[in-house]
């Protein structure tokens, strides 16, 4: 670990931002050289002043270097500097990569990566979509980013898991401050297929500064975004703003019109964000990036449509009254003139055969 200590002890230097950072980096290539340079090479740095240069030159290693060092090893966290070949190399083109990251799990730094990010308050529809989406990137070898939050970005990292893909979690908190709690075990599985990582120290809180933070590491180590499901003030648009301004793609998937939870997609595609329908739309877009042709998707076979056609007459009837949005079972009574108890049996039954998915409030919907 003593080698780390020079990139900790630079990044403890009060006035010396991710920015600054990197600008040294690249002047005097390691922290040790730039910890060893004198006042007058220091202020060639565009940025530096005598104050910094000072403050350069006194900083020793401190208690709190030490400190944060040992439980990176306590935990067996991993410490990727910008020097390290697993630093995705997508965020070193970013004017203010983190100096390092804190990593648990695998970055591998040599498969193509997508954010798929949104609501934290998703619909079913937007949960159902967005796992579909990455079980299909994720049969494209494509590795899925998000940020581990509730609702769409948990769907996100659960959806290319169970597509056997590769996923990895930027946290807006530190790898020892789990957030939400209720993700311990999906963070565990993600490190487990893929890797959890973050800029800030172990113990670090979710404060809320540092989501905006976290979101241009989202953006910045991938090739595009994709927001699934965001309200006008959405969180998930700064991401893509970030996104348009790091030179990236940005991508959307439509909802309902008359669902305030996406206008915030919707915006994006009146600004020119690509629409998304399907994987291909994502992956045609991408390939002269990757420098690979775009290739027709590898899924395995959906058996629902095989599922439907063996449904008799009234069950076809109530399956396709059925949207991927959710509908009231007061509503499908009235669309398919099936009295309540006989069209409760028929719910159930396509409910069990997984050809629709059941909501609080007995509100159903398709499982696309």
């Known amino acids: 670990m003593d080698h780390l200590i020079p990139w900790f002890v630079l990044k403890s230097v009060t006035g010396i931002g991710n920015l600054l950072f990197k600008r040294l980096i690249s002047h005097f290539g390691t922290p040790q050289t730039v910890l060893q340079a004198s006042a007058q090479e220091l202020i060639q740095v565009e940025g530096i002043t005598h104050h910094l240069t000072t403050a350069i030159q006194k900083q020793g290693i401190s208690e709190n270097v030490k400190k944060e060092l040992d439980l990176v090893n306590r935990n067996e966290y991993r410490i990727v500097t910008l020097a390290d070949s697993e630093y995705p190399s997508l965020l070193l083109q970013i004017p203010d990569p983190p100096p390092y990251l804190y990593v648990t799990g695998d970055l591998n730094n040599s498969t193509a990566k997508i954010a798929v990010v949104g609501s ?101 180590m991938c090739l595009g975004t994709v927001v699934v499901e965001a309200t006008r003030k959405s969180g998930s648009l700064i991401t893509a703003r970030l996104a348009v301004e790091q ?31 399907h994987v291909q739309d994502i992956i045609d877009e991408i390939a002269p990036i990757i420098q690979t042709p775009a290739q027709t998707i590898s899924v395995a076979p959906n058996d629902i449509k095989a599922k439907v056609n063996r449904l008799s007459t009234e069950e076809k009837r109530v399956y396709q009254a059925l949207e991927p949005y959710p509908t009231h079972i007061d509503e499908l009574a009235r669309q398919t003139s099936i009295e309540s108890g006989k069209l409760s049996s028929i719910l159930l039954k396509l409910e069990l055969d997984d050809i629709i998915k059941q909501s609080p409030g007995k509100y159903f919907s398709t499982t696309l």
């Open 120 to 220: 934290r308050h998703a619909t079913s529809y937007g949960i159902t979509t967005t796992q579909k989406l990455c079980r299909d990137l994720a049969a494209n070898g494509l590795t899925v980013v998000s940020g581990m939050a509730r609702g769409i970005d948990s769907a996100a990292h659960r959806g290319t898991i169970g597509g056997g893909g590769q996923t990895i979690a930027v946290l807006g908190s530190g790898l020892g401050r789990i957030y939400p709690a209720e993700n311990r075990k999906l963070f565990h599985e993600i490190a487990d297929n893929g890797a959890v990582i973050s800029e800030f120290p172990v113990l670090a809180k979710p404060d809320a500064h540092h989501f905006p933070m976290r979101n241009r590491i989202i953006s910045g």
């Open 247 to 277: 030179d990236r793609e940005v991508f959307a998937v439509p909802g309902s019109v008359q669902s305030f939870k996406s206008m915030g997609t919707h915006h994006l595609i009146k600004q020119g964000a690509k629409l998304v329908e």
